[in-house]
């Protein structure tokens, strides 16, 4: 049988294709001075350009408009001095241990490192040159993940030793400020030694910054019996781009718990990937994302075991307003070596007016045969009874409203180690539904 096609059908489609392409090329064009690390960064700049950037018909960016970021041409990024007082917003008392980067670039002017606890080491590239660890957790080879690798300009390395509970909370802040529209490319290295256990609070921001582009990537690797509670705070400029990646290795008795808020950009899109190398490992997965106005944001996240005795939560919530988009798509896989693995996901989503949009998929693809797993997903709006409940009990409705709101995010926010912190968030996403 002879099939024809009309060149003009495809022409649309491949001229698409060399854009992308021809994008791709400028946005590799941006990369920054860059010193060291020579062969990490030649290899993944062949894999960005083998694989391209996506398009809405690649599967996992079927639902994500990326157009908007392909028609933004953005600059290299610069070392740009800010004062304390333009980040003091950003400042948290009970985390003493911060590092702080801006447009990329580590500024110890705005950090605080001198007085570390015991078992806890901070560097930089210009630290510690090479690193071993550098691009060695799942998930490199995709391609904005390899973008990143061949075009950051500093790192912070995390380094929790042996043995050793570092109890306050550690800091790592990525700020990006300018007039001009550039790219970041943010990188966090966190290395947790056997029996060691730390809290890391990650948070992507804005001072004085319009339309920029942040592709971050950070690594988590846990010895055996390790632990790290890691909060991830997206609240980037109404008008930015944010694509992050969230790469995890897991040792055998390691527990890691993220706890993940995506409240800014334009268009956001966040892939935790975790992959249990041995058994006995305990994940747990927790996300809240807020979409407003014309905000587009996405999840998806990937976690694959490789060892039996292991157990997963994951709860991934989003509100969505006017005419915002928000996407979530869950995988847990559970190979034959992975017996009596006990694992849950559930997708709760809370759409705020008519227009609002929600695409949830959960999605448990399980062969071992002796597991207890479950998944499931909800999409609602706020219940007319209960918002009619809280008015006659003297609330007007806007303040009912809210509260309902309230304790649907509160269940995310609460996981966050500094009071302070939540209530400021909790108050962000309210005075964005208002």
Request: net charge negative; aromatic share 6%.
């Amino acid at each position: 049988m002879t099939v024809e096609v009309n060149p003009e059908a495809i022409a649309p489609s491949s001229s698409a294709a060399q854009d992308r392409q021809a994008y791709l090329a400028h946005l590799l064009v941006q990369r920054p001075s860059m010193n060291g690390l020579d062969e990490v960064r030649d290899r993944a700049l062949s894999i960005a350009q083998e694989r391209g950037l996506p398009s809405h018909r690649d599967e996992d960016w079927r639902f994500t408009d990326l157009s908007a970021l392909y028609q933004t041409s953005f600059t290299a990024p610069t070392s740009t001095a800010l004062a304390l007082q333009d980040i003091d917003a950003f400042i948290l008392a009970e985390a003493p241990v911060r590092l702080v980067f801006v447009n990329g670039f580590f500024a110890p002017d705005l950090s605080a490192t001198d007085n570390l606890p015991a078992g806890l080491s901070v560097s930089t590239l210009a630290d510690v040159g090479n690193l071993v660890e550098l691009g060695q957790q799942p998930g490199m080879t995709e391609v904005f993940t390899a973008l990143n690798t061949a075009s950051f300009a500093d790192v912070a390395l995390l380094r929790i030793a042996k043995n050793q509970v570092i109890e306050a909370p550690i800091h790592l802040l990525f700020l990006t400020t300018g007039d001009t529209p550039i790219i970041t490319s943010p990188r966090g290295l966190v290395v947790a030694e056997a029996n060691s256990a730390a809290t890391l609070i990650e948070e992507y921001v804005a001072v004085k910054a319009d339309s920029y582009f942040t592709n971050a990537v950070t690594e988590v690797c846990l010895g055996q019996n390790a632990q790290l509670h890691h909060h991830r705070i997206q609240r980037e400029a109404k008008t930015a781009f944010h694509i992050g990646k969230t790469a995890v290795s897991q040792d055998r008795d390691s527990r890691y718990a993220l706890t993940s808020l995506s409240l800014g950009g334009q268009m956001s899109r966040h892939n935790p990937m975790v992959v249990p190398t041995a058994g006995q490992t305990d994940t747990t997965l927790n996300g809240l994302t807020l979409a407003v106005d014309k905000q587009v944001a996405d999840t998806h996240s990937d976690l694959s075991f490789t060892g039996p005795h292991c157990t997963a939560q994951q709860l991934h919530k989003c509100i969505v307003d006017d005419r915002a988009r928000a996407v979530f798509n869950g995988k847990i896989f559970v190979p034959k070596l992975a017996q009596q693995t006990n694992a849950s996901q559930l997708s709760r989503n809370l759409l705020l007016s008519t227009k609002a949009r929600v695409d949830t998929k959960p999605q448990l693809e399980i062969i071992a045969d002796d597991v207890k797993c479950a998944h499931g997903a909800t999409v609602s709006q706020l219940d007319d009874e209960e918002v009619f409940y809280l008015q006659s009990r003297g609330l007007d409705h806007n303040s009912a409203c809210d509260l309902l709101v309230e304790g649907f995010a509160s269940e995310i926010i609460d996981q966050l180690p500094i009071a302070e912190q939540r209530q400021t968030l909790l108050n962000a996403v309210l005075s964005q539904i208002r």
